[in-house]
């Protein structure tokens, strides 16, 4: 109760920089519900740390002529947001959020629409020669220690006469993580290769944390990107990878839906074959089964062999599941690859002087 007073009185502080005056007020999680004299907000907080980027960012898209993310209403004074006991307050209109068709058609509308947001934003900017050789070495370097860690630890579990049921079934997948590493280390390599002479690279507004919550109807039926919060600029896989990967923290199946959601966001903003393989590198990079097998055995934590166990168990088949996508991807760059080359060949011979 002496919580909700609290937030009852920060609300009301905050709310006397806006035109409004409420009738009454709702707290669900960390968003305040107002019914109005001007209709039904929703008040929310962040830390002003993260405000500065979140505030230029939504400014940016707006400018831009991108209007598909929730308005950020601005105070009387023209601010965007508010800044009280520590916390930063932005108002936005309440959407009801019923929308009831398909989840496999929202989330088609939702990529759609994150590639409109890319496009608008999209900038690019320099990178030194030195960043980027520097950014690919470091990576490499890192990589190749975690493929020797993991022959390392299969060579020790080998010589045992009895191996520990974790150790058994890091023995069983170890191939198949040390091949997703190896895929993962020659994809970055071929991007390296691709792009270490070009002097820019692209960058668009990010979202940060792209999920259907995070995508809301109107009464109207419009959709509506919310919960800024994480955006910032950055190569657009900064939004495509964690919910891919997010997507496929579930048990063992072939996510066809995935690879097609991806396909459907770049028929609107194609990425570049040196964004895509720098994209297949992150994709495959197994970096939380390698977190679970360094934590087995430097005995961080107080898992138990069980635990130990379901969870390694969890994350290879997030690898399994990723090495579908991946696979799917790479016989989908092979196969536009060819047509280019066919179309380009064809075209060449359509422009040789025919014999007399």
């Not at 890192?142 to 020790?156: A, D, M, N, T, Y």
């Not at 799917?328 to 007399?356: D, V």
Request: hydrophobic share 30%; aromatic share 14%.
């Amino acid at each position: 109760m002496a919580d909700n007073e609290r937030r009852k009185q920060d609300t009301e502080a905050v709310l006397l920089n806006y035109s409004v005056k409420t009738y009454h007020i709702e707290f669900i999680g960390n968003i305040t519900k107002l019914y109005s004299d001007k209709g039904v907000f929703a008040l929310k907080s962040i830390d002003p740390h993260i405000g500065i980027d979140f505030i230029r960012n939504i400014q940016r898209l707006y400018q831009r002529g991108y209007n598909r993310i929730v308005p950020i209403y601005q105070t009387m004074d023209g601010r965007y947001a508010v800044l009280h006991n520590n916390r930063l307050y932005y108002l936005m209109p309440w959407l009801s959020d019923q929308e009831n068709g398909e989840r496999s058609e929202r989330n088609k509308q939702m990529f759609r629409e994150l590639a409109r947001m890319h496009t608008l934003s999209v900038r690019e900017i320099t990178v030194e020669a030195e960043e980027r050789e520097e950014h690919y070495q470091s990576t490499n370097e890192e990589w190749k220690k975690q493929l020797g860690f993991l022959r390392e630890f299969v060579e020790s579990c080998e010589k045992k006469w009895y191996m520990s049921p974790f150790e058994l079934m890091y023995c069983t997948y170890y191939t198949d993580l040390s091949q997703a590493l190896e895929y993962s280390t020659k994809k970055l390599e071929d991007w390296y290769e691709k792009t270490k002479d070009h002097e820019k690279i692209r960058t668009v507004v990010t979202h940060g944390k792209v999920s259907l919550k995070h995508y809301v109807y109107d009464d109207r039926g419009y959709g509506y990107f919310i919960n800024f919060e994480n955006s910032r600029t950055a190569p657009p896989h900064f939004d495509l990878l964690p919910y891919l990967v997010e997507a496929a923290r579930t048990y063992p199946f072939p996510c066809d839906d995935c690879v097609d959601l991806l396909y459907n966001y770049m028929r609107y903003f194609p990425l570049k074959p040196e964004e895509v393989l720098l994209f297949q590198s992150y994709l495959a990079y197994p970096e939380s089964s390698i977190a679970v097998v360094k934590g087995y055995v430097e005995k961080k934590g107080n898992r138990s062999e069980l635990q130990y166990v379901r969870h390694f168990q969890r994350q290879y088949w997030l690898v399994k599941n990723i090495e579908y996508m991946v696979m799917k991807i790479e016989e989908n760059e092979r196969a536009k690859k060819a047509a280019a080359e066919a179309q380009q060949q064809q075209q060449q011979q359509q422009q040789e002087p025919n014999p007399e």
